[in-house]
């Protein structure tokens, strides 16, 4: 089985510092997607990876970045966190056969 | 743009009783569906998908779904849920572009609560 792995369950950062958030796939998968889930809102794509060093943006980019420097890892970046951040984030692999496995999750409370 | 609408915020059920969540999709083309669980504290865990074929689609812990193109539906059924079925549900569409496979859109999710 895909193994989809999220360095941090739990993160706890201030506003205005640097945040980055690690996920790691296991399958060589080519496509890789960040998410955030809220409640009542569903989860939300903020950006994805075709490829490595290949970024499109989601549906909620605004005051994200990311980075795929290898094939199995894909980075969000929060350049300078703010409260509204505070979500749990998502990480997910894409298979050729078009299932998408997803890690545990990294809940992030920005303060 | 696509969408997914699942119209049921929450739903209680009691123990041994069928279940049927609803999902509707906006779509210009043939969708790929999915329907995940996600128990309190975990990740999302696929239960079924469809992609072509037989419009009902088995998936894992006794979970089917419908696909029905002209009610733009794809409705998740179990004939008898157990008490650890409790957990959210998100019903998904797959987005693709001229690059591929683009991610998913969810739905807001459908909160199960099994009764004794």
């Known amino acids: 089985d895909v193994k989809v792995t999220q360095s941090s369950r739990y993160l706890v950062k201030r506003t205005g510092e640097k945040v980055f958030l690690e996920c790691v796939q296991d399958m060589d998968h080519e496509n890789m997607f960040w998410y955030r889930q809220d409640p009542g809102l569903g989860l939300r794509l903020i950006y994805f990876s075709y490829d490595v060093k290949m970024k499109e943006k989601g549906d909620i980019p605004e005051g994200y970045s990311v980075s795929r420097e290898k094939k199995e890892r894909f980075s969000l970046i929060l350049e300078s966190a703010s409260t509204n951040q505070t979500s749990m984030y998502l990480c997910?692999?894409?298979?050729?056969?078009?299932?998408?496995?997803f890690g545990s999750g990294t809940r992030l409370t920005v303060v | 743009a696509q969408s997914v609408t699942q119209p049921d915020i929450h739903i209680t059920v009691s123990e041994g009783a069928s279940l049927e969540l609803r999902c509707n999709y906006s779509y210009g083309a043939t969708p790929y569906l999915f329907w995940y669980v996600q128990s309190p504290g975990q990740g999302l865990q696929l239960l079924l998908k469809?992609?072509?074929?037989?419009?009902l689609v088995q998936g894992i812990k006794g979970f089917e779904a419908e696909f029905k193109r002209s009610q733009s539906s794809f409705n998740l059924r179990k004939p008898s849920v157990h008490w650890s079925d409790a957990a959210e549900y998100f019903c998904?569409?797959?987005?693709?572009?001229?690059?591929?496979?683009?991610?998913?859109?969810f739905g807001k999710g459908t909160h199960l609560i099994i009764q004794p």
């Open positions: 469809y992609f072509s074929g037989d419009t």
């Open positions: 997910a692999s894409r298979r050729e056969s078009g299932g998408y496995t």
């Open positions: 998904a569409v797959g987005r693709y572009s001229g690059g591929g496979a683009d991610g998913l859109t």
